[in-house]
């Protein structure tokens, strides 16, 4: 019979003296200091005590969006910072960071987005930030998070699951793995999917949440050029008419009406141009063709086009019936002038990466809402996309190559499940990582690019 004979080879004591497990979390923890989140959310929630709190609440807040941004779903998940306080220091108690949910009500949740724009803004002038000349994309999009209890506002959702159903906007950031989570509306589950008030609400609250030289200028054509993505749920005509009067540029989903369909049949076979991949090169078995002329646009803003894409389903996909002659039709509308038709539709389909920020952001705190009433559940919403900010910022920043891309899970490996050795000498506390894991010495370098960037102020 063969053994694994290494199982029981390996004495075990408990007798090791400081050493602290998952020491890479101390990098994002170090990111809410230099961005000032911690400092800006205490100062925003002070007035609802009487006196001075044993813990702050910016600083019990930031620690919480910290152990998200390392892959807890629930407050008792806090204990994975409390439990290290040789590296952390004193961390509050879960009923502490109870109290701290309920002080958030709408308007000091208002203060704590404005802080984390804020935030946003010194991060990007450290270096965290993307090429704003080259003009920015916001991808919007609903997603399903289901709720396993009763909650407040939770209820059956369009895909009749029971939960809340969260509206999201993310900046396209194809340099980094996640999109950065410009902003969240927490919805009962029973919320329309195409509502039109809800899509130009979080309009208003991304942009906001843009640093000031990010912003478009609907008077000013030279001010940075802002493009809004969002599937056929986003296609209303009073949201186009939101994103035009913002100064954004708009690529939205296109819903196959009777009218599409009849322009399907129409449009002239050396009408369509081959389709390109989203990294450039040609896309076998795919075309595009506008057809703008052959459509009633007088609803929607003027200059505005749409375009259809007919590709080849994949072996064993179920044909609709609004395809035709064996192939699969999508269409989309925008208001970009000009344009290869190529260009534009990549341009449009790279909206399918915001599903790939929601999947990370399951993973980040958008899984699983803890709380039982909805202030609080709008509260974590934000500490939730706070997390995803981090983690994006502290990539941008301190990573490149293949941690600069990784994805949350990944880093959370890569980075976060480091152990080390905190030894103290001459006043001088030293992090020990440990030298034989292969990431050890990319993490330290990331520490020392943190503390040498160009922070404001």
Same mark, same amino acid.
């Given at each position: 019979m063969v053994q694994d004979s290494k199982a029981s080879s390996v004495r075990v004591t408990a007798d090791g003296e400081g050493l602290v497990s998952r020491a890479g979390v101390a990098l994002l923890r170090e990111l809410t200091i230099s961005t000032g989140l911690g400092t800006g959310w205490s100062e925003a929630l002070l007035d609802t005590y009487t006196g001075i709190p044993v813990h702050l609440p910016g600083r019990v807040l930031a620690d919480l969006a910290v152990m998200i941004a390392d892959g807890g779903d629930a407050l008792a998940h806090l204990a994975t910072l409390r439990d290290q306080d040789k590296l952390f220091g004193p961390v509050a108690s879960d009923a502490t960071a109870w109290r701290v949910l309920d002080r958030v009500d709408d308007e000091h949740l208002a203060r704590l987005r404005a802080v984390r724009a804020a935030a946003r803004e010194r991060a990007w002038a450290a270096g965290a930030g993307p090429n704003v000349t080259t003009g920015l994309v916001i991808d919007i999009d609903a997603t399903i998070s289901i709720a396993h209890s009763e909650k407040e506002n939770a209820a059956k959702t369009w895909k009749k699951t029971f939960g809340f159903h969260p509206?999201?906007?993310?900046?396209?950031?194809?340099?980094?793995?996640?999109?950065?989570?410009?902003?969240?509306?927490?919805?009962?589950?029973?919320?329309?999917?195409?509502?039109?008030?809800?899509?130009?609400?979080?309009?208003?609250?991304?942009?906001?949440?843009?640093?000031?030289?990010?912003?478009?200028?609907?008077?000013?054509?030279?001010?940075?050029?802002?493009?809004?993505?969002?599937?056929?749920?986003?296609?209303?005509?009073?949201?186009?008419?939101?994103?035009?009067?913002?100064?954004?540029?708009?690529?939205?989903?296109?819903?196959?009406?009777?009218?599409?369909?009849?322009?399907?049949?129409?449009?002239?076979?050396?009408?369509?141009?081959?389709?390109?991949?989203?990294?450039?090169?040609?896309?076998?078995?795919?075309?595009?063709?506008?057809? &703008?002329?052959?459509?009633? $646009? /007088?609803?929607?803003?003027? *200059?505005? @086009?749409?375009?259809? #894409?007919? =590709?080849?389903?994949?072996?064993?996909?179920?044909?609709?019936?609004?395809?035709?002659?064996?192939?699969?039709?999508?269409?989309?509308?925008?208001? &970009?002038?000009?344009?290869? $038709? /190529?260009?534009?539709?990549? *341009?449009? @389909?790279?909206?399918? #990466?915001? =599903?790939?920020?929601i999947r990370g952001g399951k993973t980040t705190g958008l899984r699983n809402f803890p709380c039982r009433g909805y202030a609080e559940n709008k509260a974590w919403l934000e500490l939730s996309l706070t997390a995803a900010d981090l983690l994006t910022w502290v990539q941008a920043l301190c990573f490149t190559g293949d941690l600069a891309r990784a994805e949350p899970a990944t880093l959370r490996y890569r980075v976060c499940a480091v152990a080390g050795k905190l030894t103290r000498t001459a006043r001088v506390t030293t992090l020990h990582l440990d030298r034989d894991w292969p990431w050890a010495q990319r993490l330290a370098t990331a520490f020392t690019r943190l503390r040498a960037a160009p922070w404001p102020g």
């Open positions: 509206l999201l906007a993310y900046l396209d950031r194809p340099d980094v793995a996640g999109g950065e989570a410009l902003a969240g509306i927490l919805r009962p589950g029973k919320a329309g999917s195409n509502t039109a008030a809800d899509h130009a609400e979080i309009l208003t609250m991304a942009l906001a949440a843009l640093p000031a030289c990010a912003r478009p200028d609907p008077d000013d054509p030279d001010s940075p050029q802002v493009m809004i993505r969002t599937d056929a749920a986003g296609a209303t005509h009073a949201f186009a008419a939101a994103v035009r009067a913002a100064g954004c540029g708009f690529s939205m989903g296109f819903p196959i009406s009777t009218e599409v369909r009849a322009a399907v049949l129409a449009v002239p076979a050396d009408a369509w141009v081959p389709a390109y991949d989203i990294d450039g090169g040609p896309r076998d078995g795919a075309w595009v063709a506008e057809i &703008t002329g052959m459509l009633d $646009l /007088a609803k929607w803003p003027e *200059r505005s @086009r749409v375009f259809l #894409r007919r =590709e080849r389903p994949h072996p064993g996909a179920r044909l609709r019936f609004t395809d035709a002659d064996g192939h699969r039709f999508t269409a989309f509308i925008t208001d &970009t002038d000009g344009g290869q $038709l /190529a260009d534009l539709e990549v *341009r449009h @389909r790279a909206h399918a #990466r915001v =599903e790939d920020r």
